[in-house]
């Protein structure tokens, strides 16, 4: 196995690419099936997926049924499973660097903090999923140049060596990206 940088480097590449393919896929896809639908959307989360496999199934037709609803589970699925294992590693290592200080129930201090977090965001806006997909939007575009800029603050800085360091070119897209971001998200605000 090759666990060099240049091994970790050109997966994380790959599996980016992969994102950004699947990501504009489904942008796409969901624009011709939802764009010019009369469907009316549930804001029950049940409701909402039984409409969604049922526009494309409509669409597509009806083998398509099966194909969409393990997507749909299987998209849920992971991306749950990953939010458990990550958000939970980045915060106990996070504490750990902010604090100077190694816990030893950190990680489980997370996960279950998260758990718990979830289970009131069920418990209170699960009926409303509406409501739910516009916090979750909302908290993304206000969140995204924040993200952004402390990556670049960490890459830039001194806990990355030179040699791993971004360009000058890397640097100008960043910035150029930051700046995006950031009226990206006073834009949406602003059509709130």
Not at 33 to 43: P, T
Not at 96 to 112: A, P, Q, S
Request: proline share 2%; charged share 10%.
């Amino acid at each position: 196995m090759d666990f060099s940088a240049k091994g970790s480097l050109f997966d994380f590449n790959i599996g980016y690419m992969g994102t950004i393919i699947l990501g504009i896929s489904f942008v796409l896809l969901g624009a011709l099936v939802m764009f010019n639908s009369d469907e009316a959307f549930s804001s029950s989360a049940t409701i909402f997926a039984a409409q969604l496999i049922e526009m494309y199934t409509s669409n597509f037709g009806n083998w398509a049924y099966v194909i969409i609803g393990v997507a749909a589970f299987t998209t849920m699925f992971s991306t749950t499973l990953t939010t458990l294992d990550a958000s939970p590693r980045s915060m106990d290592r996070t504490s750990e660097l902010l604090l100077n200080k190694t816990f030893k129930f950190g990680y489980l201090f997370w996960i279950i903090l998260l758990c718990l977090g979830t289970v009131y965001i069920f418990l209170f806006l699960g009926s409303e999923m509406g409501l739910l997909v516009k916090i979750a939007t909302i908290l993304s575009f206000i969140t995204a140049p924040f993200y952004a800029i402390i990556n670049y603050i960490l890459i830039s800085g001194r806990f990355t060596p030179r040699a791993w360091r971004p360009n000058k070119y890397l640097h100008i897209l960043s910035w150029l990206g930051i700046l995006f971001l950031l009226g990206f998200s006073l834009w949406y605000l602003t059509t709130l």
